[in-house]
């Protein structure tokens, strides 16, 4: 298959729709069973709410997995790839939905995670070379395996750290996911294209329940999750021979997650803070407590996605001199967004937002 018919597109769109509406049963049924998540001072709810609303994600994009496996063959990977994303899919879901069980350590937490992404680098699915302006393609060979690792923990735990507002991390991983699966599409990049499809669909089957108002949380199953795939597929991106697909368009999609992340750990670091405890500095918290409305906030982020969307169709269809140029422009945005949320923090007297 190299070219998609109208026919083919709806079918796509026919099979996402199913697989939205299980998506949604699967989070009703989540509402009901009534795993709690309890307020807490670093926590922006007021009253317990059911969480888990990540399951109906995650069981909705490996049933479409499974479906494609068994019928969707123009969007296989190579079978030690193929099975790789499964059971790093079917590994890191695990190890979420038992930390929303048991509310692991972060060092326990993040050593499950690195179990998780193992089952990925096993199976070779790690960069392998990455490619440069006027370079061309530059070899890293063994080196790309803890690149791989480290690219693969950041991102997930961004994504997790990033879900405290409400759609704030499933509506910036439903953007990501329909530029990045458009832009797939484009090149013919199937199994990206497929993938993205269904994170798609289990997003769009949860965040009814999560936005404006929360009837339900993702948790660390649907967060981790999501940040999980989207580094995984950016990995994929990478890797397919004679395909112009960038694993750099993802961590432009995610340009405002992984931005206030980074930012947050430098300053606490800088700070003398433990990283590794739970806290409420992050940028879109401060921003938050200092008075933006928190609808407001998490639609300022799904602009920062589609910004980073934006800029990386300009990125595919900029000439290689102009290239790095573009990877900077999502910063633009951030060191503006910066600037505002620490004035809105001395202005609101939350001094050094702790």
Not at 10 to 20: G, I, K, N, V
Not at 214 to 241: K, T
Not at 305 to 319: E, H, R, T
Request: proline share 5%; charged share 10%; net charge positive.
């Amino acid at each position: 298959m190299t070219t998609m018919t109208a026919a083919a597109v709806l079918r796509h769109l026919a099979l996402a729709t199913l697989l939205a509406l299980c998506s949604a049963g699967i989070v009703r049924a989540m509402i009901a069973v009534r795993m709690m998540d309890t307020p807490e001072v670093r926590k922006a709810h007021d009253r317990p709410t059911p969480k888990g609303g990540g399951v109906g994600i995650v069981l909705t994009f490996l049933i479409g997995i499974a479906i494609l496996y068994g019928f969707g063959e123009f969007a296989r990977l190579a079978d030690p790839y193929f099975r790789g994303v499964i059971g790093a899919s079917v590994a890191i879901a695990l190890v979420a939905f038992l930390d929303d069980l048991y509310d692991w350590p972060f060092t326990v937490k993040l050593g499950a995670q690195v179990l998780a992404a193992c089952v990925a680098l096993g199976t070779g699915l790690y960069i392998q070379d990455y490619r440069l302006p006027y370079f061309g393609a530059v070899p890293i060979g063994w080196f790309g395996v803890p690149v791989t690792a480290v690219w693969l923990l950041f991102a997930t735990n961004a994504m997790n750290f990033i879900d405290g507002l409400n759609g704030l991390a499933s509506g910036v991983t439903l953007i990501a996911a329909l530029f990045l699966g458009s832009i797939a599409a484009m090149h013919q990049a199937w199994f990206v294209y497929a993938a993205c499809g269904l994170l798609a669909a289990g997003i769009a089957g949860f965040l009814p329940f999560n936005f404006p108002k929360a009837r339900i949380f993702m948790g660390d199953v649907g967060s981790q999750f999501c940040g999980f795939i989207l580094a995984v597929l950016a990995v994929v991106a990478g890797r397919i021979e004679g395909v112009p697909v960038s694993f750099m368009l993802v961590p432009v999609l995610l340009s405002g997650v992984l931005y206030d992340v980074a930012f947050t750990l430098v300053r606490r670091w800088k700070d003398g803070e433990n990283v590794t405890q739970p806290h409420r500095g992050h940028l879109y918290q401060v921003a938050h407590r200092s008075g933006v409305p928190a609808p407001v906030v998490t639609s300022i982020h799904w602009g920062f996605a589609v910004f980073g969307g934006l800029c990386c169709l300009l990125f595919i269809a900029a000439p290689w001199s102009v290239k790095p140029f573009v990877l900077l422009l999502p910063l633009l945005p951030q060191l503006v967004w910066t600037w505002y949320v620490v004035r809105r923090a001395r202005a609101a007297g939350l001094g050094r937002w702790g």
